[in-house]
């Protein structure tokens, strides 16, 4: 054979063992098949239960400024694998851009940002094992909804099939198994915000971080769309970072959750023991009715559902806290009435009141009544003044 020909052979010879260590290499996955969302994270519970495990998200002296505004003040927090973390707070706390730090779009001028051990201070947004669902979807409006959702598997290279298949996957846990063909415009609101969900679930990642995800739906909508996320957070087992101004979502969905003010944290607790024991003034305002009254130098809260009101010369029930006082203002609504009181010793409070057996025109008529105000010691609780600390209490 000529040397030309011979080399030419070898050069076949190698093309085809190197096409046949790629088929051999592929192949196993091939008969495997792609691994569900839901295997996927089961395999994560039991290697993170076998190594015992740092938690998901670990924030150490966090602390970002712009110019002269401080948004966030040397925070320190653990959110453990697995959890539903709520970070609560007004606009302009400090909330979103603890998340923007955890999720790589900002840097920390101090501290550190962990995710499962591992120092990511200074690690790109694309290199961080965590997606980003946003208030506005950001879903590309020329593309269907399958491949919305399977952006970021094409764009890493996932072979076709698999995409398919983990894209699939996906649409049927967010119950748009036969939407994938649709475009985001043929979508309702709430549809739109599953497909988002899915693009970024579809990632398989370790955390999951939420910027006030329902801020654009409405009333009903984003109270079916807080129960479905919660059971698919449960579902999965991966954990959620939740950002919200919401007080009934944080109280609803959360494991526990962070009380965000002028970017620090006022208080971490499960939603009971935030929304029970407050620990400071801005707390028991914040979450929840604002009951707080000054007596004797101590600032007490009591929750509106806690108190008895009863009518102007009535004698005080053994062993309650009593206050007599004047309803000011009373706002029906429907289930319930609320009624404003001032009190004699100064200050005022809340009732809330369920409409049993009143109808609106006998609780508007309820204004400018004397009533005594009654409620447990227990229900009662001190807390700490702005600037005091529990020392100096």
């Known amino acids: ?28 996955a091939i008969i495997a098949g792609p691994v569900s969302l839901q295997e996927r994270t089961e ?51 400090g909330k979103t851009t603890t998340l923007r730090l955890i999720a790589g ?62 894209v699939e996957d996906v649409l049927g846990r967010m119950r748009l198994p036969r939407l994938g063909k649709r475009k985001p415009v043929q979508l309702s609101g709430g549809q739109r915000q599953r497909v988002a969900l899915a693009r970024a679930l579809v990632n398989r990642p370790e955390v999951l971080l939420l910027d006030e995800p329902l801020g654009a739906l409405d009333l009903k909508l984003r109270q079916e769309m807080q129960l479905f996320l919660k059971s698919l957070q449960q579902d999965l087992g991966i954990t959620f970072v939740y950002v919200t101004h919401d007080q009934d979502e944080a109280l609803t969905m ?35 009715v604002s009951n707080v009254v000054e007596r004797e130098g101590r600032q007490l809260a009591v929750r509106p559902e806690k108190i008895h009101l009863r009518d102007a010369g009535s004698s005080a029930a053994s062993g309650m806290h009593s206050e007599p006082g004047r309803i000011r203002d ?12 001032e009190l004699d010793r100064g200050g005022e409070l809340q009732v809330v009141r369920q409409n049993l057996e009143t109808s609106s025109a006998e609780a508007l008529d309820a204004k400018g009544r004397e009533v005594l105000l009654e409620w447990r010691p227990e229900h009662q609780l001190e807390i700490e003044k702005p600037g005091e600390t529990e020392g100096d209490r």
């Open 43 to 93: 395999e994560r519970s039991l290697e993170g239960g076998s190594q015992g495990a740092a938690p998901a998200v670990r924030l150490e002296g966090l602390r970002k400024t712009y110019g002269d505004v401080v948004a966030v003040d040397r925070v320190d927090l653990e959110i453990p694998a697995g959890e539903f973390f709520t970070l609560l707070g007004p606009s302009g706390s």
């Open 330 to 341: 009373v706002v029906y609504a429907g289930m319930v009435t609320r009624f404003v009181v």
């Open 105 to 166: 779009f900002e840097r920390p001028d101090e501290g550190r940002v962990e995710l499962e051990g591992r120092d990511v201070s200074n690690v790109p947004p694309y290199a961080r094992d965590v997606n980003t669902v946003f208030q506005d979807y950001a879903l590309f409006p020329h593309m269907t909804v399958a491949e919305n959702v399977g952006y970021g598997l094409r764009v890493k290279g996932v072979p076709r099939r698999d995409r398919e298949a983990r």
């Open 254 to 288: 959360s494991d526990r959750l962070a009380v965000f003010n002028q970017g620090r944290i006022e208080q971490i607790g499960a939603p009971a023991e935030v929304y029970e024991r407050p620990q400071t003034a801005f707390v028991a305002g914040f979450v929840g």
């Open 1 to 28: 054979m000529p040397a030309g020909e011979d080399a030419r052979a070898g050069k076949a010879g190698t093309r085809s063992r190197r096409q046949r260590k790629r088929r051999l290499e592929c192949e196993p």
